[in-house]
T-cell receptor, first 113, second 112 residues
Framework: AQSVTQPDIHITVSEGASLELRCNYS??????LFWYVQSPGQGLQLLLK??????LVQGIKGFEAEFKRSQSSFNLRKPSVHWSDAAEYFC???????????FGTGTRLQVFP | KAGVTQTPRYLIKTRGQQVTLSCSPI?????VSWYQQTPGQGLQFLFE???????NKGNFPGRFSGRQFSNSRSEMNVSTLELGDSALYLC???????????FGPGTRLTVL
């Protein structure tokens, strides 16, 4: 069955520190993978996506993610976190050829000054 | 380009009532999907429409229904509301076929 696991429910980092949010997926074929961010009371904003090709993808706001097929992972990284990055982050796998997304449970990021 | 818009943004209903939520996709997008977000269940897929046809449906009871119009605007309806239907309902649009989806701000439904 298709699924996405985000093992970390809540992460706290200091401003300026590096960040890695974990995501593992289960999917029978080559996955379409996404990271979305949600600020309180808002919808979801796409940070980056992986469809094929280069396994290291760059996104907005200085985020990047690496697709590792052998580990079924698509971890999100940022070298230096800003206070404005505090939000909830969702990893998702796309069920092609439809537009259905299966989301992980999310990781809430808290940033301390 | 205008983003995905959802109306209304907030709704308060009582148990047993029905509700209709509306979603206007980004111009040119033919695919609209709906998701329910709750603290307990997270983000769950409701259904997807492409060119007025329901292409995919999640595991929700028949009280949840939707439709898409020829201009790609979509509505979802929930009949006989239950307390557990209180949630943020998110709509997303895309050009279709697994491309990236753009989400609206959501409709916050509270059932009393």
């Amino acid at each position: 069955a298709q699924s996405v696991t985000q093992p970390d429910i809540h992460i706290t980092v200091s401003e300026g520190a590096s960040l890695e949010l974990r995501c593992n997926y289960s999917y029978g074929a080559t996955p379409y993978l996404f990271w979305y961010v949600q600020s309180p009371g808002q919808g979801l904003q796409l940070l980056l996506k992986y469809f094929s090709g280069d396994t290291l993808v760059q996104g907005i706001k200085g985020f990047e993610a690496e697709f590792k097929r052998s580990q079924s992972s698509f971890n999100l990284r940022k070298p230096s976190v800003h206070w404005s990055d505090a939000a909830e982050y969702f990893c998702a796998v796309g069920v092609v050829p439809t537009d259905k997304l299966i989301f992980g449970t999310g990781t809430r990021l808290q940033v301390f000054p | 380009k205008a983003g995905v818009t959802q109306t209304p943004r907030y709704l308060i209903k009582t148990r047993g009532q029905q509700v209709t939520l509306s979603c206007s996709p980004i111009s040119g997008h033919r695919s609209v999907s709906w998701y329910q977000q709750t603290p307990g269940q997270g983000l769950q897929f409701l259904f997807e429409y492409f060119s007025e046809t329901q292409r995919n449906k999640g595991n929700f009871p028949g009280r949840f229904s939707g439709r898409q119009f020829s201009n790609s605007r979509s509505e979802m309806n929930v009949s006989t509301l239950e307390l557990g239907d209180s949630a943020l309902y998110l709509c997303a649009s895309s050009s279709g076929q697994g491309n990236e989806q753009f989400f609206g701000p959501g409709t916050r439904l509270t059932v009393l």
